[in-house]
């Protein structure tokens, strides 16, 4: 089995002890949160995900960082499911590609009440695991990032990138260690239509939620 807390990110920008961590899911998370811990880093998991759809999907990812959150006694803010804004905000762009501008406003969206969440709890830094990702586009996540934070003048987006470092390879190996739900696209009602439209180009099977997991290496 891995050790826990291979590596550490360097401190919080400005010298600050504290940070509200957007998390989207337990695998993109688990590695931020472990690097975090062992740079006696003091953090809150803010779960605010409208963009995950249906409802069973959501409750599963949902369900699979608070379980992770809950192994090392990290506080897990749980925020609304109001989907009807998200689709409010969609509106328009149901073809726009992944990485296009549908996603520069889910992000947005969600980081906006990151900030609001930020600067009413006194926390002076968010930041998010959302990047770590390598089918995302780190410069326009950190763009979101940094204008939702530019509301508040107490208030920055730390950027720093949790892909470097071993960093992504570490966010497999806990996922597999966990045995954490594995999700199959990137969240909204579009990308799983797009997913499975692909798939069937493939030859392969439909997503079927709540089926796929990692699996833990054997060794
Ligand atoms: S593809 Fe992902 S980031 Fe883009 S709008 Fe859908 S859920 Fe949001």
């Given at each position: ?41 003091e953090y809150t998991i803010y779960f605010y995900n409208p963009n995950i759809h249906p409802l069973k999907e959501y409750e599963l ?17 749980d925020a609304d499911y109001d989907r009807d804004n998200w689709f409010e ?131």
């Amino acid at each position: 089995m891995s050790e826990p807390f291979q590596r550490q990110p360097p401190p919080l920008p400005g010298g600050h002890k504290k940070v509200l961590l957007h998390s989207c899911c337990a695998p993109c998370s688990g590695e931020v949160m472990e690097a975090m811990l062992a740079s006696g880093i003091e953090y809150t998991i803010y779960f605010y995900n409208p963009n995950i759809h249906p409802l069973k999907e959501y409750e599963l990812r949902k369900e699979e960082n608070i379980r992770f959150a809950e192994k090392f006694g990290v506080p897990f803010i749980d925020a609304d499911y109001d989907r009807d804004n998200w689709f409010e905000r969609a509106r328009g762009l149901e073809w726009s590609p992944e990485r296009g501008e549908r996603c520069t406003m889910c992000f947005d969206m969600r980081f906006e009440r990151t900030a609001l969440y930020a600067h009413e709890n006194g926390f002076p830094v968010m930041t998010s695991c959302l990047g770590i990702s390598r089918w995302k586009d780190m410069k326009q996540i950190n763009s979101c990032g940094v204008r939702a934070a530019a509301a508040y003048p107490d208030l920055m987006y730390w950027d720093f990138n949790w892909r470097k470092g071993g960093g992504s390879s570490r966010m497999i190996e806990i996922s597999k260690r966990e045995s954490f739900y594995q999700q199959e696209y990137c969240g909204c009602v579009y990308s799983l239509r797009d997913t499975n439209r692909h798939r069937v180009t493939q030859g392969r099977e439909r997503i079927q939620i709540g089926v796929q997991y990692y699996q833990p290496d054997e060794s």
